[in-house]
């Protein structure tokens, strides 16, 4: 860890003191509750190409002895994340039957997906797994506690050169001297075990005295409490940590608005900091992702969203439907056979898919939609060689959830066929061509 002086005026220093004593007075329920909770990382494929929309927002009804943060743990979520989405809610006390944002749906970060990206503004790591033989590439994201003012973790690019199970910790001069200042008698050396502020597992950074590292004070996950090192829910690093190598790239940014053209509008995911009053930032990535022109309406909707910060991704400019390209696995005048169709394509590790079922009509199985011909090929042959299936390429009008209305259909191979052909596809043998 850093050694560098913090001002015990500060807040965030108040703050971290805070979350000392009431973890200590918290800890025997803290160690029951570990013992109960599910390990919940939120881990999804990756969006289809011109996408950056993962997941889905929940709503969880509160029981009487819940707090947010017991949420917050449950669901695998930080306390600045479930505090956001759910203004007005007593963090301490939302009482029995409250109705619960759970901010499960996330903008991803900006390309490149590749190790481990860190953004700060949302105290949230991302994981993006080198892609295994025959496998979809998917994401697997946790919350996060990081650099309080004064130790601000730092940004940049980094790799991991050192990983150590069971770490000691020796607590820098600094920070034993704040505490003698307290009125407290600080432990200089703490071996691994349950008093550990590292927790039982770290991950040493090139950035000097940076680690990624578990915590003996879960309820700091989502505050600016560290002293520049990222901390992590115990149960969340015990499953990162054997699948991170030495040598993984980390990418540390801070970005308090992410901002991404979606194919039904533009979606705007916007954090709380300390310089999120700076809109700078948000007209630049408008300008990268193409600009256009705004009606002032929809620039207003746009600088609304920016300002309530809630850290959920909203659609706030909606974008006219148009004609998109799918792949078509299969059409049935039989929905459970469209149904049984989309299990099969699930148990391959493909995308998933949905079934769309015209009125009175076929159901069909269908994958995308996909913005570019190379990426509907790309995935066209990875459905013939996991399925043995040759799909059907169509142009659909969205939302294909409800209605799927062919507009053109070609082979994947991009041998052209006509509408009517396409349509009639489910009469042949199980609805595919093999």
């Given at each position: 860890m850093q050694s560098q002086a913090v001002p015990s005026h500060s807040r965030e220093y108040a703050m971290s003191l805070l979350v000392r004593k009431l973890t200590r007075r918290l800890m025997p329920l803290l160690v029951g509750l570990c013992t109960a909770l599910p390990v919940m990382a939120a881990t999804f494929p990756l969006p289809p190409e011109g996408s950056r929309l993962v997941g889905r927002t929940q709503v969880v009804?509160?029981?009487?002895?819940?707090?947010?943060?017991?949420?917050?743990?449950?669901f695998d979520i930080g306390y600045n994340e479930i505090v956001a989405a759910n203004p007005g809610v007593d963090p301490w006390l939302p009482g029995e039957g409250t109705e619960v944002v759970v901010p499960l749906r996330f903008l991803l970060p900006p390309a490149p997906w590749e190790g481990?990206?860190?953004?700060?503004?949302?105290?949230?790591?991302?994981?993006?797994?080198?892609p295994g033989r025959d496998q979809a590439r998917r994401v697997i994201t946790h919350p996060i506690g990081i650099g309080r003012e004064g130790w601000e973790t730092p940004l940049g690019r980094f790799k991991v050169i050192e990983k150590i199970a069971g770490p000691s910790w020796t607590m820098p001069a600094e920070m034993a001297a704040a505490l003698l200042a307290q009125?407290?008698?600080?432990?200089?050396?703490?071996?691994?075990g349950p008093d550990n502020p590292l927790g039982d597992y770290a991950m040493q950074l090139d950035a000097p005295g940076i680690l990624i590292h578990g915590t003996n004070r879960p309820y700091s996950i989502g505050l600016r409490v560290s002293h520049g090192c990222l901390r992590m829910y115990p149960e969340d690093l015990a499953v990162l940590f054997p699948q991170i190598t030495r040598g993984t790239p980390v990418r540390i940014i801070d970005q308090a608005f992410k901002l991404s053209r979606e194919p039904d509008g533009l979606y705007l995911e916007a954090h709380a900091d300390d310089a999120a009053g700076n809109?700078?930032?948000?007209?630049?990535?408008?300008?990268?992702l193409g600009g256009g022109r705004l009606s002032d309406a929809q620039w207003q909707s746009l600088l609304d969203e920016a300002k309530r910060a809630n850290g959920l991704p909203q659609r706030v400019v909606a974008f006219a439907p148009a004609p998109a390209w799918h792949l078509q696995l299969g059409a049935f005048r039989n929905r459970q056979r469209a149904e049984r169709l989309l299990a099969r394509v699930q148990q391959a590790g493909l995308p998933s898919g949905l079934v769309a079922c015209e009125e009175g009509g076929l159901c069909r199985v269908l994958l995308g939609p996909y913005p570019s011909k190379p990426s509907l090929?790309?995935?066209?042959?990875?459905?013939?060689?996991?399925?043995g299936i040759k799909a059907l390429a169509l142009r659909l009008v969205p939302p294909v959830m409800h209605q799927a209305r062919v507009e053109a259909g070609v082979e994947a191979d991009g041998v052209p066929r006509s509408q009517t052909a396409a349509a009639e596809i489910g009469t042949e043998t199980e609805g595919v061509r093999n």
């Open positions: 009804v509160s029981q009487e002895a819940d707090t947010l943060l017991d949420i917050a743990r449950r481990i990206v860190v953004n700060l503004a949302e105290m949230r790591l991302y994981y993006f797994p080198p009125g407290e008698t600080p432990q200089r050396l703490i071996p691994p809109l700078t930032p948000l007209v630049t990535q408008w300008v990268a090929w790309e995935m066209a042959a990875r459905v013939k060689a996991r399925l």
